[in-house]
């Protein structure tokens, strides 16, 4: 069983993913994480000149390859091509499905973006809300409670959070989202900050 499986490997997803693999060797220990992505991130069609500390006309597709990479070099993370259909379960026993592989972790995070959200949860249609800071129609985001945790053991990040629609406030959502994760864990507020020589 994986601690974390991370729905949608955008820059939410990722962010989320390389958040939780630096637990490594820290004191809340490797926090098993496998993302599940079906290729389809709004980045992927984006030429970017506003991101801090990105080169100014990075390439979408690029930036989400380096992020992957980057995201892997954490041993306990993984990463899956697959679109999920359905999670079912509770916080600590949760089986997420695709089309035709089922996976099992003890939570989730959300982060498939804001196009639409049809992914069964214990067999119920999650309601969604129109997403009012996208400037298209038919766009969504989910209703959470404290700190992105939409039900127990289940968060969402990224667009899908109902944050603006740029790279930056979608990967700090999925930050977040990780952070506000991994304080359950550990029980009390939890980040992990490195300095020099913190990872020899
Ligand atoms: C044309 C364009 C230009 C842009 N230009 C800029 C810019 O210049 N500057 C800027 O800051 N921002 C820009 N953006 C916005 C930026 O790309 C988004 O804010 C950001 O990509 C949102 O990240 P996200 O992770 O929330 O969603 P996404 O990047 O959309 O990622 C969601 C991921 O979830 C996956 N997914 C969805 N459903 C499932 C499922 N059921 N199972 C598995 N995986 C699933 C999708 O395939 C996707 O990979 C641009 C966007 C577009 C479309």
Redesign the pocket.
């Known amino acids: 069983m994986k601690d974390v499986i991370i729905?949608?490997?955008?820059?939410?997803?990722?962010?989320a993913a390389l958040t939780l693999g630096s637990s490594e060797g820290k004191t809340l220990g490797a926090i098993e994480t496998l993302v599940?992505?079906?290729?389809?991130?709004?980045?992927?069609?984006?030429?970017?000149?506003?991101?801090p500390l990105l080169k100014k006309g990075s390439n979408?597709v690029e930036v989400?390859e380096q992020m992957k990479k980057d995201a892997l070099e954490f041993k306990s993370v993984s990463y899956q091509e697959?679109?999920?259909?359905s999670i079912e379960g509770k916080e600590g026993g949760f089986v997420v499905k695709?089309e035709n592989e089922s996976y099992e972790s003890k939570y989730v995070i959300l982060?498939?973006?804001?196009?639409?959200?049809?992914?069964l949860i214990n067999g119920e249609k999650v309601p969604t809300l129109e997403h009012d800071l996208l400037p298209k129609p038919q766009k969504v985001k989910l209703a959470y409670k404290n700190r992105q945790e939409l039900v127990d053991g289940v968060w969402v990040?990224?667009?899908?959070?109902g944050?603006?629609?740029?790279?930056?406030?979608?990967?700090g959502?999925?930050v977040e989202a990780a952070c506000s994760l991994m304080s359950k864990i550990g029980g009390k507020t939890t980040i992990i900050h490195d300095f020099p020589g913190s990872r020899e």
Do not use: P, Q, R, W
């Open positions: 729905v949608g490997g955008g820059v939410a997803g990722l962010g599940i992505d079906n290729g389809k991130s709004d980045l992927k069609k984006a030429e970017l000149y506003n991101v979408g989400l697959g679109c999920v259909k695709t982060a498939s973006g804001a196009h639409s959200f049809d992914i990040a990224g667009l899908l959070a944050v603006t629609t740029m790279y930056a406030t979608a990967l959502s999925g």
